[in-house]
């Protein structure tokens, strides 16, 4: 493809920075304490199986949070070229829900989705936007506790998942990364990945990132503006 128009086939990764200006705060860091305790704390399977209430409070507030936080125009402009190209792949590093909200539908959500819970024990997935939850922790209907079905710290991301990252990875004509730090792994290496097999490379972010030094293009930018910017800027020309 040439350096401008719709591709044929995209890729796109997107982290917290596309959500920045839904609202969607950061739970990281010294501004993501909760309690005095630290993502890395509560986030784990030891600590839901040693007190499954104080990590349910703890998703609780941030459902709180980012539950009544809408989309914005970057959201929205995927879902357009979602609409308008033939081989369209989301990835996403978040899990605030906000892509499938917009309407986004072939979305891979690496890390899962804070909207979503699932059984301990038959594994069964369900959405659940009820907020507050009436029972904390929740239970399935089969009397087994829910778990937030998000991947938390030590554990691996579902192989299904992981491998429709890199498939799309791989073949796409372009891979556009979206408010990343490109810093995470393995997500941080599906750009690389995609400029190896012969993809255009082309990052939007407020700030220059790893993924600056071998873009093909690098927009400096809040995605809300810069996006819908780009998507004019690849209809108008052929």
């Known amino acids: 493809m040439a350096a401008s128009g719709i591709p044929q086939g995209l890729a796109v990764l997107t982290g917290a920075g596309i959500s920045a200006d839904s609202g969607v705060p950061t739970f990281r860091g010294e501004h993501g304490l909760w309690r005095n305790f630290h993502p890395q704390e509560l986030a784990t399977l030891a600590a839901f199986c040693r007190d ?4 349910w409070e703890w998703y609780e507030w941030r459902r709180g949070l980012i539950g009544d936080c809408q989309p914005n125009a970057a959201h929205r402009t995927l879902v357009k070229m979602e609409g308008a190209i033939p081989q369209f792949t989301l990835i996403t590093q ?5 892509h499938r909200l917009a309407g986004s539908q072939r979305v891979v959500e690496l890390h899962g989705n804070i909207w979503q819970v699932r059984c301990m ?4 997935v369900t959405e659940r936007r009820d907020h507050p939850l009436p029972e ?3 239970r399935c209907e089969c009397g087994a506790l829910l778990r937030p079905d998000v991947v938390w710290f030590g554990e691996s991301l579902p192989p299904d998942t992981l491998q429709a990252a890199f498939d799309a990875a791989q073949s796409c004509q372009v ?3 979206v408010g990343t730090s490109g810093v995470v792994e393995p997500a941080a290496s599906l750009p690389r990945i995609a400029k190896g097999c012969g993809a255009r490379v082309v990052e939007v972010n407020v700030e220059a990132t790893p993924i600056s030094r071998y873009a093909d293009e690098t927009i400096l930018g809040l995605a809300s503006i810069e996006l819908p910017r780009l998507w004019t800027r690849w209809q108008a020309l052929p």
Do not use: F, H, K, Y
Not at 121 to 124: A, N, R
């Open 52 to 55: 499954p209430a104080l990590v």
């Open 121 to 124: 024990q038959e594994g069964t």
């Open 175 to 177: 891979m556009l990364v």
């Open 94 to 98: 978040n899990v605030d829900g906000l």
């Open 136 to 138: 904390i922790p929740p």
